[in-house]
Nanobody, 121 residues
Framework: VQLQASGGGLVQPGGSLRLSCAAS????????IGWFRQAPGKEREFVAA????????YYADSVKGRFTISRDNAENTVYLQMDSLKPEDTAVYFC???????????????WGQGTLVTVSS
């Protein structure tokens, strides 16, 4: 199982970025994808998750209305569209795969490497 996160970068406040998480090797049981982030000096926190079909999505309150998670199962890729970015969104963003959606890191068995998002003027 492999997860490859990409799309991070430097963006000004109010700007947008789209992160991608390319997945391979999953069985049907482990196909919920979640995004987490870890800001400097802070613990890793849940950002968003999406069910296998894409019909159900879940968001942290801090990003609700600004971030959108989606997936293209034909391409085995999950996206995190981030709009109206704020400096406090600065963090390393990780995608993770699990059997069921959860806000808890321990429920996700597979993790990709992180991609850095910096929101600054």
């Amino acid at each position: 199982v492999q997860l490859q996160a990409s799309g991070g970068g430097l963006v000004q406040p109010g700007g947008s970025l789209r992160l991608s998480c390319a997945a391979s090797g999953f069985t049907e049981d482990y196909y919920v994808i979640g995004w987490f982030r870890q800001a400097p000096g802070k613990e890793r926190e849940f950002v968003a998750a999406i069910s296998r079909s894409g019909a159900s999505t879940y968001y942290a309150d801090s990003v609700k209305g600004r971030f959108t998670i989606s997936r293209d199962n034909a391409e085995n890729t999950v996206y995190l569209q981030m709009d109206s970015l704020k400096p406090e969104d600065t963090a390393v963003y990780f995608c993770a795969g699990g059997a069921a959606w959860s806000r808890l890191e321990r429920e996700y068995a597979y993790w990709g490497q992180g991609t850095l998002v910096t929101v600054s003027s």
